[in-house]
Structure formats: structure tokens, C-alpha cells
Nanobody, 115 residues
Framework: QMQLVESGGGLAQPGGSLRLSCGVS??????VGWYRQAPGKERELVAV???????NYADSVKGRFTISTDNAKNTIYLQMNSLKPDDTAVYYC???????????WGQGTQVTVSS
């Protein structure tokens, strides 16, 4: 199972930006994604980057968030712009192994959007 470590969370003002990073212990060759969980809510998908290079986003973040990968650095990014208070949550990165089906998760990073 891969080890994933997120970083880059913190406090941002509404309308501000943050970039989350997720370091992966091995080569990225499966689908990767970012999820988030707000207090009292279920974990939800934010963005996914498929093996074929396609991206999909939750409707709530389309046009504001961008997922990307740097395979040379084994790192997954989530660029978050025009942040809203509703974006406040713990953000988790995920790697889905294409053959074993194993999902690996990071420990999460807190994002708080508040004035």
C-alpha cells in the first residue's frame, strides 16, 4: 500500500487561494483524487485525475479547483481558487491501484475559509 502525505492546508479568506500537495511514496500509475469531509458530513469527492489523463470535478468546485499531477515528483496537487466558507473541510488525497483495487489515503489536511 502506498503512503500519501498531504500538505498546504490552512486558513484562507473568502475569495482567496490555497494549493494542496500530496506526496506519494511510489510511482503514480492509478487514478488519483482529492476528497473532503466537513464536520457532520460524509466524505465527498472533490476532483479526480484518471489514468487516461481525464479530470472530473464536483459541481460545487468546477471552475474554481484544478487537480494535477507531477509524475517526476510523485506528487498530486489541488489548486483551489475563489475559496468559499463552504469549502471548509479536511481534505484527503487518494490513490486507487488499478490492478489490486486497493485505495491508499493520506492523513488529511485542514482547510478553513473564514474572514
Amino acid at each position: 500500500q502506498m503512503q500519501l502525505v498531504e500538505s498546504g492546508g490552512g486558513l484562507a479568506q473568502p475569495g482567496g487561494s490555497l494549493r494542496l500537495s500530496c506526496g506519494v511514496s511510489g510511482r503514480i500509475f492509478g487514478a488519483v483524487g482529492w476528497y473532503r469531509q466537513a464536520p457532520g458530513k460524509e466524505r465527498e469527492l472533490v476532483a479526480v485525475f484518471t489514468r487516461e489523463g481525464r479530470t472530473n470535478y464536483a459541481d460545487s468546485v468546477k471552475g474554481r479547483f484544478t487537480i494535477s499531477t507531477d509524475n517526476a515528483k510523485n506528487t498530486i496537487y489541488l489548486q483551489m481558487n475563489s475559496l468559499k466558507p463552504d469549502d471548509t473541510a479536511v481534505y484527503y488525497c487518494n490513490h486507487h491501484h488499478p490492478y489490486s483495487g486497493v485505495d491508499s489515503w493520506g492523513q488529511g489536511t485542514q482547510v478553513t475559509v473564514s474572514s
